[in-house]
């Protein structure tokens, strides 16, 4: 048994001044572990991973059921806090009401869920369809995520869209501050910008009311120290270099194979095949086999 819920430290990270957290995308309990064993704070249950390994579009196609299942299985691999990205909450206030109890119970410590209209379409393609909900339909879906979990430990994190849908500072702050209101306890602000400018005028502006969370995606060159030296951003979250990685990866190791008609020399370059079986857990299952198979 845990003697701290893993949100704890998660929760304390945000909360500390000049600290900033770091989370890892993953779409599955591997990617999860080998975020955990490289030393991220937490794991990012993110839509566009789970989305791109299944090969479809990250616009709301997968059921809830599927990336709540995903973050299960995570939850139960890592030590470290999961974070869920639970789109726009799979509909209405009332949805939302029994989607995070769910999510919660799968051992997440964070939800994040974000002000679009359902179905989604992803952020950061250029011309994609953004549109918002109302303000106070938004707050009616915080403020029945954070009545609805059991735990008040349990982090709400709000998302707004505001800049992403090219609505402008102004309504990103307001958003942003009404979201708060409602009792979100920090706030992610997307910019699909490819300069840092957007993000940095909005942080100047925030008076602080809750921690703030970036994807610095479209902005890499902004990196932890710039963040951290800026103060009232408590999480960073590297939203899809999981699947990046991985589909850089297979597809080099794929072609060489073609290209040498065998598997003669990739074999070398490659993680042995014991190092998958130790992350498979083996070492664990001979303890039980010891302990229990007579
Ligand atoms: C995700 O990783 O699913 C995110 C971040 O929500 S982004 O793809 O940038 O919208
Ligand atoms: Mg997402």
Redesign the pocket.
Known sequence: PRARPPYQALRDKMACPGALAHAMAAHNPLSAKLAGQAGFDAVWG???ELSASYAVP?ASILSMSTHLEMMRAIAATVEIPVIA?I?TGFGNAVNVAFVVPQYEAAGVSAIVMEDKTFPKDTSLRADGRQELVRVAEFQGKIAAACASRRDVGLMIIARTEALIAGLGQQEALMRARAYVEAGADAILIHSKQPAPDEILAFIAAWQGEAPLVLVPTAYPQLTERDIRSLGKVGLVIYGNHAIRAAVGAMREVFAQIRRDGGINQVDRTLPTVKDIIELQGDAAMRVLEQRYLR
């Open positions: 993110s839509g566009f990250d990205d789109d």
